[in-house]
């Protein structure tokens, strides 16, 4: 059975860095892509980008370039997604997803979500 | 970016009735469009890929169509369980981009 599951809820002021990350297992984690997406209260989902861990290749939105960095631990089957300073709007809930076969670019597989909250 | 247009955003709706959703694209993403299911505190789970594949043990009332720009979610009679928000997302890009949702809510 595939699985993701992401680490606990965080409280941060902001400034400070983070890194969440989302373990998969029941699969090959090198050969299929990781994307996250984030959820602000109350609002809609907005793609971030995503990593193949198979050799860490990325690809970001935009919108979120420069501001996180994804990678990927394949000797552990994690993926993890980091900031250097936080502020207090990437307060969210953010999940990883897996996608479906290679390149699919839907996602049938969703970890649990990890809240942030960013506040002084 | 790919931008995505859903509309309505916000849908009164009563048990039994025919629903439909509308996404646009902001140009020709083919087939490449998925849907989403969001219940209130949960991950979001997939119904529909490649416009009108629906997913496994998703119930046979959800039906996806459309190509190019235009994609309609249906949900032929709506049932209490379907009470959530919807989302389209394009796959046609590398930067995958989901449109703003759409809460089917009660009438």
């Known amino acids: 059975e595939v699985q993701l599951v992401q680490s606990g809820a965080e409280v941060k002021k902001p400034g400070e860095s983070l890194k969440i990350s989302c373990k998969g297992s029941?699969?090959?984690?090198?050969?299929?892509?990781i994307g996250w997406v984030r959820q602000m209260p109350g609002k809609g989902l907005e793609w971030m980008g995503i990593?193949?861990?198979?050799?860490?290749?990325?690809t970001y939105s935009p919108s979120f370039q420069g501001q996180v960095t994804m990678s990927a631990d394949k000797s552990i089957s994690t993926a993890y997604l980091q900031w250097s300073s936080l502020k207090a709007s990437d307060t969210a809930m953010y999940y990883c997803?897996?996608?479906?076969?290679?390149?699919?670019?839907?996602?049938?597989?969703w970890g649990q979500g990890t809240l942030v909250t960013v506040s002084s | 970016d790919i931008q995505m247009t859903q509309s309505p955003s916000s849908l009164p709706a009563s048990v039994g009735d025919r629903v439909t959703i509308t996404c646009r694209a902001s140009?020709?993403?083919?087939?490449?469009l998925n849907w989403y299911q969001q219940k209130p505190g949960k991950a979001p789970n997939l119904l529909i890929n490649?416009?009108?594949t629906l997913q496994s043990g998703v119930p046979s009332r959800f039906s996806g169509s459309g190509s190019g720009t235009d994609f309609t979610l249906t949900i032929s009679s709506l049932q209490p369980e379907d009470f959530a928000t919807y989302y389209c997302?394009?796959?046609?890009?590398?930067?995958?981009?989901f449109g703003g949702g759409t809460t089917v809510e009660i009438k």
């Open positions: 997803a897996r996608q479906d076969h290679d390149s699919s670019g839907y996602y049938p597989y």
């Open positions: 029941g699969y090959s984690f090198t050969s299929y892509w």
């Open positions: 990593i193949f861990p198979g050799d860490s290749a990325t």
């Open positions: 140009q020709s993403i083919s087939s490449y």
């Open positions: 490649a416009a009108s």
């Open positions: 997302q394009q796959s046609y890009s590398s930067r995958h981009t």
